[in-house]
């Protein structure tokens, strides 16, 4: 594509599918980029789409479909066997948006995902009513905006890394997911790493790595 | 003195006694203020002091003691009694010298203190362990570094306000503290607020005032 | 309820009703949580509402009314019997938002309340004239964007604890609330904790937790 | 002189003699400009210097003096007139240091000078003692650390103009000076203008420079 | 006034009558506002207005006028006598909204002000064909946005203050007009101190309390 | 211990065994600690260590060494079996130091680790000669100062998780590290998750994690 | 003009002629300046500018051309000659609109340019297959978001100068682009210097300062 | 070398010799480069550089000198020839030492320097006294701490680029160069990018690239 330089040796070289970065995307990009994957994986994964993007590759690709919590655009394979499991926890329901970017991520990636939403610090009895699920977890992706601190009870809790998603939910000093990032690299508890605010997509991806690596592939 | 406005009403206006904030202050000033405050009250508390200014006051005052953890200058009247009930908490082990400078804050003010250290989020079984001690206190002061997620979870189990002190103690994205103090301004928690950085005389003041409400002084 | 775990033990626990933050809710979401904490409680009080969702719970409920001023969408039982005392006081009518909902937060929760606004430090003769009723509250809560100040003024007046909250009024360099929160956390006033930026409910709260203790309950 | 552009010619375009910034000057280039300064005007002004500086610099000055509080090394000449009034306050008695550099930069200016100290906003008591002092002065210097709101209170009091110089005392949130710094940017009196932090001679520059307007100079 | 505590005696206290801050005011309270001050001073300005609000105001005070440019709505009283002289000058012709603010100010004050725009430091010799202008100043006001160097310039040029003015003008690194506010607090010239980022009406306010001393009123 | 909570349960927990962080603790808190853990756990191993706290746990434990780069003060048991593979890679080598802290731990933890120092991008040549160790491992630690872009361009030629610490290596604007770290929170490759600046013992801690799944542990 | 002070001299002193900024300008102001230029100079180029803008100003100049990614509306002599080389590069295709700036600023300054977009770090294998270009180009432009590692890279392929532009691409903690700032002004590469974030139009002109003097003009 | 990856492609590829940044480095491992490279190129040169580094490079290399102003250590081979020309120029005195590592930099690449000290815009006629030198030069170095403004008025003046190199000196609100930072990124200047704060190294690089270009090397 002449706006583009497509990295077809992508999924050779690190085992992923390309995704499309919606959010930005000209019309016509978007078409022929989601029309190009499909045509190459029979599937295609768009994250942070608009509803006036679903009506556009609608147009080219009946078969897509619009999550509007996680503004994910997508066509799946049916019946596609996932493996593992992760859990993706979220501290409130406001971050559920940035889980669900996570989760489908994760799955459309093959990954088993088990879901564990509005269970922050400020009532941790939700949380530890959970605890064999997290501790069946290959890999916990924990997902919080305010003060951002559920990562850091998780990590306290589990044998297996914990991916800490910041997210900008907050107002007043929460600097648009600042405060939360800072939260979750100072935290006190082991075998936490952090990603960009409100980055789902980068989180499912490297939950789907490390349990790639867990069931051995 | 001709140094400083002395404000011989505070007591009367306030409740509470003059402390000495001793850090950067002139030896001379140092002690002519301890002596004076001395004469007034018959006690005398600083903060703050360092083994030099210890030992200058000393020569003026043999009665003094300074506790190097909390870096208290300090001659107490012997049998003072304390009334009611708070919590002083800390997250980590390096929190403990700004937990003592709260801790015998609201001491010196005439307050019951009982303490709970080394609790943190990493390891929350050590603080549920204590569930009793959260729910009796008048007011609790948590205080904690790194990440400062610990007042967020203590105020998802109390009725009575928590004091939230965050403290410099960390490394690299600290900020000196500034991670902390945010995390616990957004706090997702109710019944939570926040001093300056480091400030346990802050918070014991604080703390006091809300326990003389509560046993109706 | 599918989308929350609704902490149906917070009342026992913390002594507080659950209350509703409207900003961000889903339509179908927030009428349901009024309906069903009106049920539990016979009344319900939500921050943060905007015309349309008032539009939209009346349908449901009534007897809901909206505040303006304060977007507060509350529904309270009628003659509910306030008690204690605290005064609730801003720089300047553009904090008065703010302080509303503060306000309204703390009578809903059973606490009587004073109002002064508009006393900032730049005509201190608003303030001064106040002195007694400053002097009988039990806490005072302190509002104040731009420079914030007010809250060392009135903490060197006064032997009762002081909520600072800082507003997002201002312009230029007061970094949404930012520069006003610094003020208040680096306060040389004595018994003055702080809010996030905004944070009206959350000082009505601890107000509200402060007044019991004094009246003993 | 070699190392630097000597400008021979400000006296004459600003009104004002060269003063020395003491800090970090080499020691040859210290002694060399204080020994042609005092050639040309008869009397030499050097601030921010050591006690090491004053030992070097007496060397070849004996008539030099040094003040250890503003670190103050000059020579002024006797019996200098000093004209028309400003006042020099602080907040508390750790920025006087900031002051004095303000206050003496002014008198070597031929500026007369009334100092207020210790007179901050925890206590205001100590400043309406003085309203007199303030309405009288030409220009109102106001020195604060910490949360740095004395000039906005004092600018609320007068005609005339404020020049606000936050400083670097303080803790934790202070962020050297920046917080007060932000708080005097961001004041709702009107009247107020800032300069950098600690600059106590800057202040002092242009105090002189409004009350030599005032006195018709 | 019920929403606002007026300040009837401001005018003899500062020697300034009372001005409206327009923006965010309700329309309600702008109206009687507006109406209350012409009733007491004859005559009444607003700084931050819009088209809005003028077509409001008008229907109860016709005369009133509103300039697009410095949004400024007045009605002001004709044949006004102007004293002194100050400059107001902007390095570019992006910064003439907030140099009219305070030129404006500054006349309704009763100071003769003269204007200098577009002459910023990529061009210097605009400036420096003004510099008779400048030394006749009593006060020089020099509005910059971007890098904010013009106030240290003309500060070098000139005997009396420089009051600098911090624009939001400019994109990406300029932080809203913070890397301007930045640059003028750290000026290496005398004489200049700072206002708020776009604050002209406090530097035109400022400018003619040092315009009044100057000519002695 | 009485100045700490011992986590006792941790090793069941979590996997792991406790690790002492050396810097700031007691001289009498350290020795007990070490001997505390080595009588547990027949080894012992200490971050941020300095000289002088080597030649006081010497005293007591004979068997320990220090190592002056990553300042690592332990004893481990000999003929440790270590499995799988992971790389900790460097950008200059200055980043050495926290680097070992990362390998060594992971070491200590049983994992076996390839290094690759130096190899930053200015000099791409150098990382891209060894792309088959960075395929062949579990998981890559990358630490980088400075503008901080390794990780970047490591995540865009591997398959598993690459864990990205920035350091405080640098001058200038890099901020103590925090420019380092905001290059790796906003990369453009996936995989890539980050840790607080310096914290090469959480990097190791987490590689641990990642590399026990590889393996099947 | 009276809105402005026009530097008809600039071309004699720099070599370049007048350049428009569109956004923010008043419609009539814009009509004029374009009409002015294109008097002078037989051709006009303007940056910034809306499709409003290029409707207004197609009415009096006709000819002139609106480009939507880069919004530059421009008039250029036809059959230009374009002298020596550079190379502009983009990370990602969201960098583009900054990159044609770039390119179209040079090109009308009379540079030949060569753009490679879409060659960021998270792949370099599209960077390198471009190594010729590269090292034959006399300067290259870098324009990247997101991390900013791009200029780094280039700089340790070449000998010729990198002009490094930040952009706002990215979200969360990007910071609107200071972060990719902070990467390039701290790249550990030799020969590279920043602009503005965003500031296509700057890199474009020093380019062209650089490629004239390496073409002897 | 095994703790260091030479890069002995290095001058090959980008035309330039290896340097060595002496700060920081372990004693063995800087005489052995330094001899290394010493033997490759018959010259060293390293900055940043310690009186004690210096005392023992001389004993491994007896011919090697120090300047205690800029921290260079180095050994340059007798007559070498520069051609070309660039200025070098300081605000203030305080910013010689990185504007003397710009120098000597470039003049051990080969390059011609003209240094102008002590110009900055507090008065400008020192700077106005060289537009001969300025206008001559194929690149200018300019060099500035506190506010930054020298390179803005310098890219007004001149056809050739101008490199800004921001120094941390100032006090206050410079935030160690920080400041300086912002107000050059932010320039309204022309043909101005900027380097690292006190990266003197880089501009003397970036300077030498640009003055061989325009000598047709």
Request: aromatic share 8%; glycine share 10%; with cysteine.
């Amino acid at each position: 594509m002449k706006f583009a330089k497509i990295d077809t040796a992508r999924k050779a070289r690190t085992g992923f599918a390309e995704v499309v970065f919606c959010a930005g995307k000209e019309d016509a990009h978007l078409v022929s980029i989601f029309k190009r994957i499909f045509e190459m994986d029979g599937e295609v994964f768009g994250t942070r789409a608009s509803e006036a993007q679903y009506a556009l590759v609608r147009q080219a690709l009946p078969q897509i479909t619009f999550d509007p919590v996680s503004k994910i655009l997508k066509y799946e394979k049916p019946d596609k066997e996932r493996i593992g499991g992760i859990v993706v926890a979220t501290a409130g329901t406001a971050d559920i948006p940035v889980a669900e970017e996570a989760a489908q991520t994760a799955e459309y990636f093959g990954t088993r995902v088990e879901r564990l939403y509005d269970v922050g610090v400020s009532g941790l009895h939700r949380l530890f009513d959970h605890k064999e699920k997290l501790a069946a977890a290959n890999c916990i992706v924990a997902v919080a905006g305010m003060e951002g601190a559920l990562p850091s009870v998780i990590g306290g809790l589990v044998k297996n890394p914990v991916i800490a998603v910041p997210t900008s939910v907050g107002y007043g000093a929460n600097l648009g997911g600042i405060s939360a990032l800072l939260t979750m690299i100072n935290t006190c508890a082991n075998g936490v790493t952090v990603t960009n605010i409100d980055n789902g997509y980068g989180a499912g991806y490297v939950a789907t790595q490390i349990n790639r690596l867990a069931v051995g592939q």
